[in-house]
């Protein structure tokens, strides 16, 4: 009798866990799931009211910029893992690593041209009151953006407060390093 209440406690233990699994995963109410991230590009397409055939225009624009994106976050992956391949180098030459640095640079600004020129092909196949909602969005995020990257680590938690001292580390480089892609 003994054994088969402790079965009896793991099956209701068990049956509450799955139960809590179900709840929370797979039943969630729609107003919780609308509350969780969308994709930035749904939203924008959403708030834009787009007809079919800007949908269809929208959907190819992302399906390009998407593809070079990769592409090039590619091609920045591997220069700065040919970059910080060198950290364990006995003999660093200077050359190298300010070459490399500069590959990453121009990828990166590569990568912002291509974000730049896709939402500016979103921005014109959208029509006059379109465009006005599209500048608000985007000055939104822009501005939410400047604001993520204004705010500055605390310097009594150890996080670092603005950009290194002359000579230290970082050299002479200003503000803090470009994002890992």
Do not use: T
């Not at 896709?118 to 995020?141: T, V, W, Y």
């Not at 603005?162 to 050299?171: D, E, L």
Request: with cysteine; hydrophobic share 35%; aromatic share 8%.
């Amino acid at each position: 009798m003994k054994k088969n209440i402790v079965l009896y406690i793991l099956l209701i233990f068990l049956v509450a866990v799955n139960a809590f699994f179900l709840f929370n995963y797979l039943g969630k109410p729609i107003g919780k799931r609308k509350m969780e991230r969308e994709d930035p590009m749904s939203f924008i397409i959403d708030e834009l009211n787009f007809n079919e055939e800007q949908l269809e225009a929208v959907q190819v624009l992302n399906r390009e910029h998407r593809q070079n994106m990769m592409r090039n976050n590619s091609g920045i992956k591997k220069m700065k893992d040919a970059l910080f391949s060198k950290l364990s180098d006995k003999e660093l030459d200077p050359k190298v690593v300010d070459s490399l640095a500069r590959i990453i640079a121009l990828k990166e600004m590569e990568f912002d041209k291509m974000a730049f020129y896709h939402f500016r092909g979103i921005q014109e196949l959208c029509n006059p009151e379109q465009k006005e909602k599209f500048k608000s969005i985007m000055n939104d995020a822009l501005k939410k953006g400047s604001n993520n990257r204004e705010r500055l680590p605390n310097e009594e938690s150890g996080e670092r407060n603005g950009p290194p001292p002359p000579g230290g580390m970082g050299g002479d480089r200003q503000g803090p390093p470009p994002p890992m892609h």
